[in-house]
């Protein structure tokens, strides 16, 4: 089966432009959760879906958010994007018969000039 | 910061060697997982141990979960150079919840 797929794989921002990442779960997997990693920070929660429902926030400010569609999809945003915000946004799935084990996408590594 | 703690950072060692890595987590948990990192890419699932257990193995992985001391260890036997990546060890941050806090990550090279 496939896996979770993450697109685009990478981009290039300047400052104040806002992004969308896409994250396709795996086939039957309800939660869907982002990560955002980068080398100070390591791997930070930014937040998690099930149903369409955010459960789940991390510490992060508003400018920071996510949907879940109702096929499982979830995207998430950043708006008025910072030098900081540069990071590789890993968005993982939980579900069936592995409950409680995060399966990654390969990550969308957003770099911001 | 919620943020677990490994060490080391950073470990070398030679092919055929063991290669240990250390946890620490802060909060009660039910389950501890760790995974592993090639190069920036996504991470994969390596073993999930239970709060009710103190050892588990995978091949040539074994955990083990201490539980009292809010720690646990990797070991990896027998290292290969295939086994060059960063291992992070994963909990949830409130026990039942998808909410994972991953440690700082150690980085393994294992030299040919």
């Known amino acids: 089966k496939a896996g979770v797929t993450q697109t685009p794989r990478y981009l290039i921002k300047t400052r104040g432009q806002q992004v969308t990442l896409s994250c396709s779960p795996i086939?039957?997997?309800?939660?869907v959760s982002w990560y955002q990693q980068t080398p100070g920070q390591g791997l930070q929660f930014l937040f998690e879906?099930?149903?369409?429902?955010?459960?789940n926030k991390g510490n992060f400010p508003g400018r920071f958010s996510g949907r879940q569609f109702s096929n499982s999809r979830s995207e998430m945003n950043v708006s008025t994007l910072e030098l900081g915000d540069s990071a590789l946004y890993l968005c993982?799935?939980?579900?069936?018969?592995?409950?409680?084990?995060?399966?990654f996408g390969a990550g969308s590594r957003l770099t911001v000039l | 910061s919620q943020q677990g703690e490994e060490d080391p950072q950073a470990l070398s060692i030679q092919e055929g060697e063991n290669a240990t890595m250390n946890c620490s987590y802060k909060?009660?948990?039910?389950?501890l997982q760790w995974y592993r990192q090639n190069s920036g890419r996504g991470l994969v699932h390596l073993i999930l141990?239970?709060?009710?257990?103190r050892e588990k193995h995978s091949g040539r992985l074994r955990v083990t979960l201490d539980t009292s001391k809010k720690s646990s260890s990797l070991l990896i036997t027998a290292s290969r150079a295939a086994d060059t990546a960063s291992y992070f060890c994963?909990?949830?941050?409130?026990?039942?919840?998808?909410?994972?806090?991953f440690g700082t990550g150690t980085r393994l090279k294992v030299l040919a």
């Open positions: 086939s039957g997997h309800r939660s």
């Open positions: 141990i239970r709060s009710n257990e």
């Open positions: 909060t009660s948990i039910n389950n």
């Open positions: 993982a799935s939980i579900g069936g018969s592995g409950a409680n084990v995060l399966t």
């Open positions: 879906y099930f149903s369409e429902t955010q459960r």
């Open positions: 994963a909990s949830p941050s409130t026990s039942g919840t998808y909410k994972y806090i």
